[in-house]
């Protein structure tokens, strides 16, 4: 009897389990779903709030994509939510189907507005994915950045800093007379001075004790062979939102100088990264969520910046081809017939798709590979 009951209750304890890893599961599916469809939703509202501050006419702002859920209308402008709340869309002015001609007809893109009003408005999306971020990494500076400190945390055998004396514990105060504020001073010293003697002052125990080291030589720069204990640091907010801001400016020339190099079909100096599809972008939200909302909030950012950035690709239908037709209206004074437009769209899905299958088969070939390590 006490051993039916007994596997009663491990049977009890492991559906338990596997109940918790199925709903822990489900939960970060639930996220990564969410994060990517919100930088959907963010850039479609890009487009719908500069449209209402130009006073243009806006059919549709919907969340998601289908069938409407529900709906309810505000002035022109149908608001919805759809079944499958992935995403969303805008519908703005623009030139009816019955209005146009296929053999004659220009087609302006957006419809009849003025120019610069047009430009605005699909310049609106990719800003919204630029200013995102922003607020999502001031979160995380808000929250608190580790980072390293020069409090010594361990030391490794046989290396130059047991050989000068130095022990965990260790606060590093002074290199060669030099007062180190931070972590990267101290590296900064002991990597440009290999095969040198230096003296190092220390606070041990509330006591500054001076001690020599002399750096050994690694891949051409000095080593000590020490590791370091990492910090927190917490921003006030606008002192956030400044390093927010410091940080989105830093990843949109990154990732401008990536594109430029992969147009030009070079590697970029120092960057060791790859360009991912769809299912590569769920596979690092999906990874984000399991180290925690901080690198969650992380990923989202980058992400973010990078659909605004790809966006300004000039191939249409991006917003970036749209600007290059718009760029071409201005200088002959006219929009393209419409036959050459659709031609010109249907070239440039074309190479997208073709782009999207090719990184996707490589996300997924990515994923195989690892888990057959």
Not at 223 to 239: A, C, D, E, N, R
Request: glycine share 12%; charged share 20%.
């Amino acid at each position: 009897m006490r051993v039916w009951q007994g596997a009663r209750q491990k049977k009890k304890s492991i559906l338990g389990g596997v109940r918790l890893v199925l709903i822990g599961f489900i939960g970060k599916v639930i996220l990564t779903i969410f994060g990517i469809s919100l930088l959907i939703f963010v850039h479609e509202l890009g487009h719908f709030v500069v449209a209402k501050i130009l006073n243009m006419k806006v059919y549709e702002f919907v969340l998601g994509y289908g069938s409407k859920l529900f709906s309810f209308k505000i002035g022109e402008t149908v608001y919805g939510i759809t079944k499958i709340p992935f995403g969303g869309y805008v519908k703005l002015e623009d030139i009816k189907p019955e209005e146009i001609s296929f053999e004659e007809d220009r087609l302006p893109v957006l419809g009849k507005q003025s120019l610069w009003k047009r430009v605005l408005v699909i310049v609106g999306g990719p800003l919204m994915n630029l200013i995102l971020p922003i607020f999502l990494l001031a979160v995380i500076f808000m929250a608190g950045i580790p980072y390293p400190t020069t409090i010594i945390e361990e030391v490794m055998l046989y290396s130059p800093a047991v050989e000068a004396g130095l022990k965990a514990g260790d606060e590093i105060v002074c290199i060669e007379c030099s007062e180190i504020k931070d972590w990267g001073e101290a590296t900064k010293i002991i990597r440009e001075n290999p095969n040198k003697t230096l003296d190092f002052v220390v606070i041990r125990d509330n006591k500054k004790i001076n001690l020599t080291a002399t750096i050994a030589e690694k891949d051409n720069h000095g080593f000590l062979g020490i590791g370091v204990k990492l910090g927190t640091k917490k921003y006030g907010v606008l002192s956030a939102f400044y390093e927010g801001l410091k940080a989105t400016v830093g990843i949109v020339v990154i990732l401008f100088k990536l594109l430029v190099s992969f147009i030009q079909g070079k590697q970029m100096t120092g960057f060791t990264g790859e360009i991912i599809g769809p299912v590569g972008l769920a596979k690092e939200t999906f990874a984000s969520i399991q180290r925690g909302i901080i690198d969650y909030l992380g990923v989202l950012a980058q992400m973010s910046i990078g659909m605004g950035i790809a966006n300004l690709i000039p191939v249409p239908p991006l917003d970036g081809g749209k600007l290059v037709l718009m760029g071409y209206e201005l200088v002959v004074r006219k929009p393209l017939k419409v036959k050459t437009m659709l031609i010109i769209q249907a070239i440039g899905i074309a190479l997208l798709l073709f782009l999207m299958i090719s990184v996707t088969f490589s996300d997924i070939f990515g994923i195989f590979a690892l888990g057959g390590r």
